[in-house]
């Protein structure tokens, strides 16, 4: 007879394994992520970081255009700035928990022994972060809307392209934070936020805060093969439709075929998550790195 | 027996002490920081590749946007600065915490050194890996962004360097004595003083746009005067959007690393009494 909350071996690799796994961990993530402080101060964190980030891009464009923030072109940096905030939210939330399993709660090798899925328990981990994000793409987008009149017209907004298009970038994004909790797997933290690094990098390929076209064309079709440029192209035509549609990055494709495509890059990521994670797994447990510290 | 005994007694009366212990322990604490990057190599694409790619990224908004020329530079010092920023806050000010988790901290305490040596011997270990992130990424995006700079003087320049690197260190050990008493909380205030600091302090972006009195309080974090000292000397237009002039930047740098050096002293005395006091050297509240 097993114990509620604890899956039977038999049970670790099942759908019902998986779901607990992930439920564990979620409440688990969320108690790590929010219980150090009071709510209040915990509210100003959440909204003190992305609005910070927010202006950066605002007073950049601000001194340049001495204000102009009717202009299409700030709409379009300003919703890919907002909803980018999940990718270094998601991924981080899932790789980071590998290093702070480890390193710092040194709980990584009982996660091993234990019953659980290990990717389903990292996903987990990511939800409050994911959590948190999205506490901050609303804020943000709310502190557009009220204080530097971003165009976005509630009634117009395309709702069921809007919250399919958030579904599976969120999957997306999960399954890249699963190839980089694979890599955390076999380093050291020299890195403290490998998600949120490669997020910062992937800023300047994935047309986030400016059209693909700025990039030199040697360097452009990155952000082609990369789901999150198909992401963010839709979820700011279902924002946003003709602003977003101005542009030339994708002005050729349908929202339609977007979407196939972001379908189609996803499950090309998901199945690169399970055949990196699993080989990065086997090289950690074959080097003795599962329960590494690293403290330099 | 007894012989091995007094030889023992001898060596403990040759044990380094005063000035000569506290070189041995900065050497000791700067060595691990210093050959960990040569053991992991890793760090060379996370930490200068990545953000690399991130500075980028503002380039290339600033292209976008039809900026000036020169705030390509601005953009590419700037982002060369971060890894600086980076480094005190996450191995500087947190590292205390993360020294606390891992038990590292109450050995620190318990023996003979003092922790004003292991804190300077952290930051001189982390200046030196950081100036070799932070030059590579000044050297990658000029050669890439085709940046050209025009120096004014370079002993100004040489003056502004030190005295920003002096300031912004002392600020850290400053700000890691306070995080001796603080738990969990101080890995999320750490992660809240990044993107705000950014902000305030013109990474980006020349910090005369903003108005006086919010560049003038952004000036107590020495980044932000450094960066706009820089961006003065090594700019032809620099000088136009500067902030103050640079002679009295300098002076107002030099003030804060005085400050921040002979705050940290005090500080560090004092909270560390405190900490043990309260008993909060070993605690873990995870």
Known sequence: MSSPGIASTGERGSGLGFWRSFRMAAWLGWQIESNWTDPFLFAIYSFVKPISTAAILVVMYGIITQGDFESPIFTYMYLGNAFYIYVGAVMAGVSWAVIDDREHYKTLKYMYVAPINIPMYLFGRGVAKF?????????????????????????????????????????????????????????????????????????????????????????????????????????????????????????????????????????????????????????????????????? | MIDNLSALGSVETQKAGGLLLSLKTIVARAYPRVIGAQREKSWMFFDVFLPMLAVSAYVFVYRAIDAPEEYIGFVVVGGAMTAFWLNVLWNMSSQLYWEKEQGNLALYIMAPNSMMAILLGMAIGGMLMTALRATAILVIGSLLFNVEYQVASFWQLFAVFMLTMVALYGMGMMSASMFLLLSREAWHLANLAQEPIYLVSGFYFPIRSFSFWIAAGASLIPLTLGLDAMRQLVFPSGAALGFLTVGVEILILLLLSVIFVIGARFLLAHLEKLSIREGRLTESRR
Do not use: C
């Open chain 1, 131 to 296: 959590v948190v994000g999205s506490i901050s793409v609303f804020i943000t987008i709310v502190f557009g809307l009220l204080f530097l009149h971003l165009r976005i017209e509630l009634s117009a907004i395309n709702w069921p392209l809007f919250f399919l298009a958030l579904t599976i970038g969120v999957i997306m994004l999960a399954m890249m934070g699963l190839i980089l909790a694979g890599v955390t797997l076999l380093i050291a933290h020299h890195v403290w936020f490998l998600g949120e690094a490669v997020a910062g990098a992937l800023y300047l390929f994935s047309g986030a805060i400016f059209p693909l076209e700025v990039l030199p064309p040697a360097i452009r079709w990155i952000g082609y093969i990369i789901p999150i440029t198909y992401w963010l192209e839709l979820i700011r035509r279902s924002l946003v439709g003709e602003v977003a549609e101005a542009f030339p990055t994708l002005q050729g494709l349908s929202s339609q075929q977007i979407l196939g495509i972001l379908v189609a890059l996803t499950i090309i990521f998901t199945i690169l998550a399970v055949v990196v994670f699993r080989w990065a797994e086997k090289r950690a447990k074959e080097r003795g790195l599962i329960d590494m510290v690293t403290n330099y």
